[in-house]
């Protein structure tokens, strides 16, 4: 079983940067997928970013070249980070750590990033 805790969220203005958090309770090394997803009021939840095991990262349209998720090479760190860039408002939403690992689904619980114009 993997636990799951974001934090980084809060409040920023349009044009802004924030850095999340997802530390996880087990070697993010041996983790298949780790992703960012976020979900506003009323929408779907979204994926934002994914990084594998390998190291391999993809993100959509939306946020590519904003986003950056990522993690230290120190495998004694098992946290990973999704750093945000030229935040919009469209961008205000909870953020959630997600992991697929041995064929199971793992969620944080979120943490709020609200982007104001």
């Known amino acids: 079983q993997v636990q799951l805790v974001e934090s980084g969220g809060g409040l920023v203005q349009a044009g802004g940067s924030l850095r999340l958090s997802c530390a996880a309770s087990k070697n993010i090394f041996s983790i298949d997928t780790m992703s960012w997803y976020r979900q506003a009021p009323g929408k779907q939840r979204e994926l934002v970013a994914t990084i594998t095991s390998s190291g391999d990262t993809d993100y959509p349209d939306s946020v590519k070249g904003r986003f950056t998720i990522y993690r230290y090479r120190d495998s004694a760190i098992n946290t990973v980070y999704l750093q945000m860039g030229s935040l919009k408002p469209e961008d205000t939403a909870v953020y959630y750590c997600?992991?697929?690992?041995?064929?199971?689904?793992?969620w944080g619980k979120g943490t709020q990033v609200t982007v104001s114009s």
């Open positions: 997600y992991v697929f690992d041995h064929f199971v689904n793992y």
